[in-house]
């Protein structure tokens, strides 16, 4: 059974971040959207869209404002052969036997249909679908897509599971399962887990698991940030629990702050330059040294649209990584506009922090 999340209202198309708020939570829930559908207020398709997904034997969440919240039970109504009454203060279909404030709940030949009032400036209300446990995310690390195929599709068949695997960046795999009737996900991840015992993360959230793992184990994390400017910092805080863990970041754009804040050469600096291995390994240890963390990372790089040379061309990044007993130094070249060169930035410089002690991670 598939779970398709529908907005409808102008809101939830320009209001970016109400509309993450909102997929957000249902991801708390489950670990997949199967598909996301935007409708206006005046879209006149809408009955007969839902009318068919009433049919489709899946499990819909239909998101729509405090103005709206009627008029959508009035066209399923019209599409199930229903009338609606009023329940807590809610018009509702009659048939609903599942309802909360501002949600409910109605089963119909099969599927399952989620209606939300959601505006700005609230909480979420409640979600009243249940999700089976029939899906789970892992992350694999160090493997081509095509190896990752030929090792675990042959533990897939024995348990009875669907896997797809798409690349995050280059040696960073996310493999989506799914049981089919009789599957066995949780055999089918300790098979996993047992073949690629320091490459597998059996997680939906990399960073959430980062965060939890440092939390029980008492460590601290800290970075140096200056093309991605704060957003490595972001990827961590936006989860709950970073606090327990997460030191700080210092952002340090240009070469005074470089020196001043973490204690880089002036002379590496002149020689190598601010986008160089050896200033990357110095900011990490500059960002360890200034907040007595356990871990770094340091990033440093042209993220564009402007700005880069010949010698170092836009998408050129370093990163760094520091442990208490190790470090490592990588250069990228990476492409994309200026938000994604970023994204990947930060996406390697996680990367790279789960293999300095694999250990502690894996």
């Known amino acids: 059974m598939k779970l398709h999340l529908i907005f409808i209202g102008n809101k939830f198309i320009y209001n970016t971040p109400l509309r993450e708020y909102v997929i957000r939570k249902i991801e708390q829930k489950t670990d997949f959207i199967d598909s996301i559908t935007f409708f206006k207020e005046s879209d006149n398709s809408l009955f007969l869209y839902l009318e068919e997904e009433l049919n489709s034997l899946n499990q819909l969440i239909v998101v729509t404002t405090k103005q709206h919240f009627s008029t959508i039970g009035k066209v399923i109504c019209t599409a199930t052969g229903d009338n609606q009454i009023l329940k807590e203060n809610m018009l509702i279909p009659s048939k609903c036997s599942v309802f909360e404030d501002r949600s409910y709940l109605l089963e119909h030949n099969s599927s ?49 599971v669907n896997i797809d695997i798409v690349n995050i960046i280059d040696g960073w795999l996310r493999i989506d399962v799914r049981s089919k009737k009789y599957g066995d996900i949780s055999k089918f991840i300790n098979s996993a887990k047992q073949l690629l015992p320091k490459k597998l993360i059996p997680a939906s959230c990399v960073v959430g698991y980062i965060i939890d793992k440092l939390s029980a184990n008492k460590k601290k994390l800290s970075f140096a940030e200056s093309c991605t400017g704060g957003l490595l910092a972001y990827y961590f805080t936006k989860n709950n629990g970073a606090s327990k863990m997460f030191d700080g970041s210092l952002i340090t754009y240009s070469n005074t702050l470089k020196e001043n804040w973490l204690g880089v050469e002036n002379a590496i600096l002149e020689k190598s330059g601010a986008v160089s291995k050896e200033v990357v390994s110095e900011m990490s240890d500059g960002a360890m040294n200034v907040s007595s963390s356990d871990y770094s990372i340091s990033i440093s790089g042209i993220a564009g649209e402007g700005g880069g ?24 070249n990476l492409s994309g506009d200026r938000n994604y060169i970023q994204h990947q930035s930060v996406l390697f410089g996680i990367k790279m922090l789960l293999l300095v002690d694999k250990d502690m991670f894996f």
């Open 309 to 332: 040379t010949e010698h170092k061309p836009v998408g050129t990044i370093y990163i760094g990584v520091r442990s208490k007993k190790q470090h490592a130094e990588e250069h990228l």
């Open 112 to 160: 399952q249909i989620n209606v939300l009032h959601v505006d700005e400036m609230q909480k979420l209300p409640e979600i009243l679908l249940y999700f089976h446990d029939s899906k789970a995310t892992l992350h694999l690390f160090e493997e081509d897509k095509e190896s990752a195929v030929a090792l675990l599709s042959p533990i897939a068949q024995t348990y009875d």
